[in-house]
């Protein structure tokens, strides 16, 4: 249950995301526990005893009916709960607190701040670049490819979103924790994919005011 | 109407209602135009089965039927050995390699094809 | 193995193996020998891939094999197992046993029948001929996404030899389904009417109607692949006014539809086996019948859920759909279990593989609606989440079926039981086996591994769960090897076996194991679904009037 993502999650986005999970989780587990139940149940109540033929019935239409008809309004409640999840999620703000273009090309990242103009790329680093967010502020993405298609996955986040050439793919991201977060390619792109890492450092306003600038200095 | 047809024709209803609901919701065009080859190739199925089907009497669909329905008939003649399946195979092999090795290969396939169909041709008529 | 047997099913002297007569047979029963030979084989293959995989992958940074050799690695078990393994045993199984099931006397199109047989074994062939050219053979996944499949640095002519292999098994698969659906509107025996067939003989048409559906996309999507690759086309290449994403719905509208190919003869085979071992008839026929055509149906309405993560698809009509179709697989478990419900259970074999199936299936399909839900499937899209899930529907599922069908059907096709004892360890091995290599995979994804990769973080819990992936694929591949061993030490017993060794119901059951070259020299009458259980107690009324 907590392996979707930790108990605090580090973005509204993933907040919402993780509710999503809760629900299924829990939903999940209630039906597993029920069907497991009763077929261990039918397997040890019923196991042969002797030769008599037991009743040899074949239908009842009112059983039938029922685990057809109570499963579709689960499974309503189900989308309703996914679609009322999945739209905040992916409204974009008209006006977000900054933008930054991430490239995704074999093998790397390239992350472009166009206001600050810092670019940062795989090839700096060691471990692929690291794009730095402000806290409790709303960063638009923009993301597409140069060649293939691409991944872009931060597990932490419980978020990722396909880098696809030709393609401008747009996503709001507000972090609420400070911290330092993993991220990877997760579209196989051939020989380089196991290896194209990235991270996500979200720090408070004021620090992230100081690294932007050294960052646009170097750039 | 039998259950083949009633399948064919509850099949294309389906598809149809789909492909307009997938229209009218999404607006995508590549997959209305999967879902509309669809439609349309049940249907033509659909329909064509309405037509075939004016003559049809299977025993197989007579519930009281039993054995003795089909004794003493000869329903048809099959093959039961045939060199034609391998020897096809191995010239549609040697197309395909041939697209992709040697254009050789591939002439000498289509070649060995349009004789297989000759053969098959002449052998059933 | 021969196909002329004396009527009795007694031991007939050994004939000599003729090949020439299997190279042309045309009967139904040695090309659905064929078929299961050749699926199994190339079981053994994708499975020894899978155990190189999860060697390489049993601790982080491993050098057991290199980024390129890796690639191609999962591509080949992906594509062996979808495309030579899974579809083609269930074609094979239905080959033997749909004719015999509805009292026919072959298949439509014998001939047919046997030229899809031998373009699907040369189609596999042609695939794997790719590992001989100097760029290897193909690696870019089973699934073979353009843009990247079409970057000829990424694959030469060995991506080519893929594509043109798997173009020829589809066309196999296509021209087999017409030959189902053909034999059985039109071969059944009198009286056999269609609500008297047998659940497994109603998966085959739906699985038919869903292939004649679903497979000439594919075909044409690898054409147009080819045409990219080679003839200057444009169709997945922006820079050409293309796009990548019509390649993914063109991919997964076959793709879906691909994946309940997969399940629904396996449906097939437990709806069979579950009433023998609990001494009643199948609960819900109508219903299960019906749950078959909805699941086919929608299953053509539901392709882009695997393409949620880019962000180009009406992500709310695919989810409704995908959740829809949770219903009538959800009726189906039911009937199931209703079938156990007060009835007389024995755990023979094949009964334990399809109680495997059952509750292996429930998970996979548990984590299926899970991943129907856009903001689930943005975290585990593309990672060992979504193979989690996979291999519980395809490997807890569909293969547990197989081997429940190999154990069920085996003395009908050879006239020889295979050993109890060693099927018992079998399933006891593979099924822990199995749930040892993918219950881990779930925590995998959801801790952040993706898939298609050589080797991972070093740090955090990736290392041990690898680990203990790797020591059950290790135990699964004792118990596939037990089985291997049962089949050779069970040729040796001569036991003659009758026509129905299990007490079984359906109309094969009629006839000797192996039947004849004829199939059948008298039928019962055929008043329900269950002739031969009919046959065997005529005190009670056959129930069904349909």
Redesign the interface.
């Given at each position: 249950m907590s392996a979707f993502g930790s108990w605090s999650p580090p973005t509204t986005q993933a907040a919402l995301l993780r509710s999503d999970w809760l629900v299924f989780f829990w939903t999940g587990l209630a039906v597993a526990a029920l069907v497991y139940g009763l077929i261990f149940f039918a397997m040890i109540r019923w196991r042969k005893r002797d030769d008599a033929l037991p009743r040899q019935f074949r239908r009842n239409n009112r059983l039938e009916i029922f685990y057809t008809v109570v499963p579709l309004v689960m499974v309503a409640v189900l989308f309703g709960v996914t679609y009322a999840v999945e739209r905040p999620v992916e409204s974009v703000s008209a006006h977000p607190d900054l933008v930054v273009r991430v490239i995704a090309y074999r093998w790397g990242w390239q992350f472009t701040y166009p206001v600050q103009g810092i670019t940062l790329d795989s090839k700096d680093p060691t471990d692929g670049p690291q794009m730095v967010l402000p806290v409790d502020r709303t960063t638009r993405i923009e993301i597409t490819s140069v060649d293939v298609t691409h991944g872009f996955w931060i597990p932490a986040f419980l978020f990722k979103r396909d880098a696809i050439p030709g393609l401008l793919n747009r996503f709001d991201l507000r972090p609420d924790r400070i911290g330092t977060f993993a991220g990877t390619c997760s579209q196989f792109c051939g020989l380089g994919h196991a290896l194209m890492h990235f991270s996500v450092r979200v720090v408070p306003d004021a620090a992230f005011v100081r690294w932007s600038r050294s960052a646009a200095n170097a750039s | 109407m039998?259950?083949?047809l009633r399948?064919f024709l509850?099949?294309a209803a389906?598809?149809i209602v789909?492909v307009l609901a997938?229209w009218f919701?999404?607006r995508?065009p590549?997959?209305t135009a999967?879902?509309g080859f669809?439609a349309f190739?049940?249907s033509f199925v659909a329909g064509y089965m309405i037509v075939a089907e004016r003559e049809a009497d299977?025993?197989?669909?007579?519930?009281?039927?039993?054995?003795?329905?089909?004794t003493g008939e000869t329903v048809g003649e099959?093959?039961?050995?045939?060199?034609?399946?391998?020897a096809?195979?191995?010239a549609?092999?040697c197309v395909?390699?041939g697209?992709?090795?040697s254009p050789t290969v591939a002439a000498l396939g289509i070649i060995a094809l349009l004789g297989l169909g000759a053969l098959f041709i002449v052998q059933s008529v | 193995m021969s196909a002329l047997a004396a009527e009795t099913g007694s031991a007939e002297p050994r004939e000599r193996f003729d090949a020439l007569s299997w190279l042309t047979t045309t009967d139904h029963k040695r090309i659905g020998i064929l078929y299961v030979c050749t699926s199994l084989f190339y079981l053994c293959v994708a499975g020894g891939i899978a155990i190189v995989i999860r060697t390489q992958l049993s601790r982080p940074e491993n050098t057991l094999v290199s980024a390129p050799v890796y690639n191609q690695l999962f591509t080949l078990h992906g594509t062996a197992m979808i495309f030579l393994m899974v579809t083609p045993f269930a074609f094979g199984l239905a080959n033997f046993v749909l004719p015999l099931q509805i009292g026919a006397p072959d298949m439509a199109f014998p001939r047919l029948n046997a030229l899809s047989f031998w373009v699907f074994l040369c189609g596999g062939l042609v695939v794997f001929s790719g590992v001989l050219t100097s760029g290897g053979a193909a690696a870019t996944g089973w699934t073979a996404y353009a843009p990247l499949s079409v970057l000829r640095i990424a694959g030469g002519s060995g991506q080519d030899l893929w594509i043109v292999g798997v173009l020829m098994v589809s066309i196999a698969t296509i021209l087999t389904s017409i030959n189902f659906i053909t034999t059985v509107f039109i071969y059944r025996a009198p009286g056999m009417t269609m609500w008297r067939i047998p659940i497994f003989t109603w998966e085959m048409v739906a699985t038919s109607l869903l292939v004649l559906m679903a497979f000439p996309t594919l075909t044409a999507d690898l054409a147009m692949l080819l045409i990219d690759r080679h003839l200057g086309g444009h169709f997945f290449d922006p820079a050409g006014g293309g796009n990548p994403i019509l390649y993914q719905h063109l991919f997964w509208f076959f793709g879906h539809p691909e994946v309940y190919v997969m399940i629904l003869p396996y449906f097939g085979v437990v709806s069979e086996i579950i009433p023998v071992f609990s001494r009643k008839p199948i609960f819900g026929y109508t219903g299960l019948v019906l749950a078959a055509f909805a699941i086919a149906g929608l299953s053509m309405g539901v392709w882009a859920h695997h393409m949620f993560t880019t962000g180009a698809v009406d992500d709310p009509f695919f989810s409704f759909m995908s959740f829809l179709i949770a219903v009538p697989t959800g009726v189906k478990f039911f009937n199931w279990i209703g079938t156990l419900w007060r009835g007389s259970i024995t755990f023979a074999t094949p009964m334990l593989f399809s109680m495997g199936f059952l509750m292996n299936f429930l998970l996979g399909g548990i984590t299926g609606v899970m991943i129907a839900s856009p903001p689930i499937d943005f975290q585990a899209h593309a990672s060992y989440f979504i193979v989690a899930h996979m291999h519980y529907v395809l490997g807890g599922g569909s293969l547990f079926a197989i081997f429940a069908a190999l154990f069920f059907w085996w003395p009908k096709m050879f006239g020889r039981k295979l050993r109890e004892d060693l099927g018992k360890w079998t399933f006891w091995l593979l099924f822990i086996g199995f749930n040892v290599t993918f219950l881990p995979m779930h925590f995998m994804g959801l801790a952040g591994m993706p898939r298609r990769v050589y080797t991972y973080d070093a740090s955090g819990p990736l290392p041990l769960l690898n680990f203990i992936a790797t020591c059950g694929a290790y135990l699964m591949a004792v118990g596939v090897v037990l089985f291997a061993y049962n089949i050779v030490v069970s040729a040796r017993d001569r036991t003659p076996v009758g026509p129905d060794p299990w007490g079984a119901n359906s109309l094969e059951w009629a006839t000797s194991s192996p039947p004849p070259e004829t199939n059948f020299d008298t039928l019962p009458p055929i008043r329900s679904e269950r002739p031969v259980f009919d046959a065997r107690h005529p005190e009670l009324d056959p129930g069904l009037a349909r």
């Open positions: - | 039998t259950i083949g399948l509850s099949s389906f598809a789909i997938y919701i999404t995508e590549a997959g999967l879902l669809m190739g049940l299977l025993w197989g669909d007579d519930a009281r039927a039993d054995n003795s329905a089909a099959y093959s039961v050995r045939s060199p034609l399946p391998l096809t195979a191995a549609l092999t395909g390699l697209l992709v090795i | -």
